[in-house]
T-cell receptor
């Protein structure tokens, strides 16, 4: 069965370190998205990609970067982790059609100390 | 003003009760999603709607495009329905705009 997986599920890191969160999907979807979820906020868009070599900034992109070298993966990098980036991160994928569902990974809980 | 508003924010019910969660929005959309998130868990898509009504088991979702309003109903609620239910708008470029969620607790 096709799926979307995130790793790691939990991560504790120190302020200033570079951290990369992995997202891998086997749906062969063109669209991939990274969101963060914080108490009091809905999920907010960090970065997204519509295909290989395409990346775009979302509403809360400062301090984050992504790259898309193949269809399956969209890793999210925190260049220099800050305590404000402590959050739960969700990756999602969808096909480029309004008729298709969006699929979400299980989430990565990141704590920056 | 937020583009998407959910109500109520919190909901407590007894097992067997009929549940309604509402979602109102203020922007044009191509579709609306209802999502479910259990505590500490991932996010699962329950429905994607662009018009009318959909039913899956005890869950029913409706949308009124003209009034920019959608509802999620749970019939014969059960403790395993306890979760956060999230309304998400699908707009330009398939990006999603999320509501802040409705926390539902169903007691036996």
């Amino acid at each position: 069965d096709a799926e979307i997986t995130q790793s790691p599920r939990h991560k504790i890191t120190e302020t200033g370190r570079q951290v990369t969160l992995a997202c891998h999907q086997t749906w062969n979807h063109n669209n991939m998205f990274w969101y963060r979820q914080d108490l009091g906020h809905g999920l907010r868009l960090i970065h997204y990609s519509y295909g290989v070599q395409d990346t775009n900034k979302g509403e809360v992109s400062d301090g984050y970067s992504v790259s898309r070298s193949n269809t399956e993966d969209l890793p999210l990098t925190l260049e220099s982790a800050a305590s404000s980036q402590t959050s739960v991160y969700f990756c999602a994928s969808s096909e480029s059609s309004r008729r298709t569902e969006a699929f979400f990974g299980q989430g990565t809980r990141l704590t920056v100390v | 003003k937020n583009e998407v508003e959910q109500s109520p924010q919190n909901l407590t019910a007894q097992e067997g009760e009929f549940i309604t969660i509402n979602c109102s929005y203020s922007v044009g959309i191509s579709a609306l999603h209802w999502l479910q998130q259990h505590p500490g868990g991932g996010i699962v898509s329950l429905f994607m709607l662009s018009s009318g009504k959909k039913k899956h088991g005890r869950l029913i979702a409706t949308i009124n495009i003209q009034e920019k309003h959608s509802s999620l109903h749970i019939t014969a609620s059960h403790p395993r329905d306890s979760a956060v239910y999230i309304c998400a708008l699908r707009g330009n470029g398939d990006k999603l705009i999320f509501g802040t969620g409705t926390r539902l607790q169903v007691f036996p």
